[in-house]
């Protein structure tokens, strides 16, 4: 069993800035491929950024270029989600996956392994 355990959301204002981790259990997490994911009220749950196992591939949905960033540290099971110039349109519940498979993938379906959630919310 695959447990993720998110953490460093929070209360921020429009602009700033928040990094996100995602802490699995086990001894395979290099095997995996990771994501993030969010949930808005009232939404659905969108993708938001995938990394390969390796940390050598990356993929973000448009909404994200250019302001966040994911990265991972295999010798620490944790990938991490930087977000800059934050948004009021990024609040949201933020769930981190896991797929088995170590390529990345963009879709809710293809992961088998996902977190409780943080809030994210930005103030305007």
């Known amino acids: 069993q695959v447990q993720l355990v998110e953490s460093g959301g929070g209360l921020v204002q429009a602009g700033g800035s928040l990094r996100l981790s995602c802490t699995t259990s086990?001894?395979?997490?290099?095997?995996?491929?990771m994501g993030w994911f969010r949930q808005a009220p009232g939404k659905e749950r969108e993708f938001v950024a995938a990394?390969?196992?390796?940390?050598?591939?990356?993929n973000y949905a448009d909404s994200v270029k250019g302001r966040f960033t994911i990265s991972r540290d295999n010798a620490k099971n944790t990938v991490y989600l930087q977000m800059n110039s934050l948004k009021p349109e990024d609040t949201a519940v933020y769930y981190c996956?896991?797929?088995?498979?170590?390529?990345?993938?963009?879709?809710?379906?293809?992961?088998?392994?996902w977190g409780q959630g943080t809030q994210v919310t930005v103030s305007s």
């Open positions: 990394i390969s196992w390796s940390g050598g591939i990356t």
């Open positions: 996956a896991a797929r088995v498979p170590g390529t990345i993938a963009t879709s809710i379906p293809q992961y088998d392994y």
């Open positions: 086990g001894r395979t997490f290099r095997s995996y491929a």
